[in-house]
Nanobody
Framework: QVQLVESGGGLVQAGDSLRLSCAASGGTFSNYAVGWFRQAPGKEREFVVAMTSSGGTTNYADSVKGRFTISRDNAKNTVYLQMNSLKSEDTAVYYC????????????WGQGTQVTVSS
């Protein structure tokens, strides 16, 4: 079992930056692909970005490409989401998740962290 805990959310203004963290415990984190998802009020959860266990491959949603960067530190069992040039439409609860492999079902989810971008 892998437990995931997100942190780093908050209230920022449009154009600002924010870095989210996702700390993992309870498993061999380096064996898992990781992803970030988000859910805005009244909308379905959507994919943001994913990364392989080694960090060698990443997939970004078009809406965040060029603005968001995923990274991971397997020694610290932590994955990060650097978010730059934030827009009001980035406002959502952000979740990290872990899967056995990239493209597989995400079996483990964090509780989410709120990101609010004021325009």
């Amino acid at each position: 079992q892998v437990q995931l805990v997100e942190s780093g959310g908050g209230l920022v203004q449009a154009g600002d930056s924010l870095r989210l963290s996702c700390a993992a415990s309870g498993g061999t984190f380096s064996n898992y692909a990781v992803g970030w998802f988000r859910q805005a009020p009244g909308k379905e959860r959507e994919f943001v970005v994913a990364m392989t266990s080694s960090g060698g491959t990443t997939n970004y949603a078009d809406s965040v490409k060029g603005r968001f960067t995923i990274s991971r530190d397997n020694a610290k069992n932590t994955v990060y989401l650097q978010m730059n040039s934030l827009k009001s439409e980035d406002t959502a609860v952000y979740y990290c998740a872990a899967a056995r492999r990239l493209g597989f079902r995400y079996d483990y989810w964090g509780q989410g962290t709120q990101v609010t971008v004021s325009s």
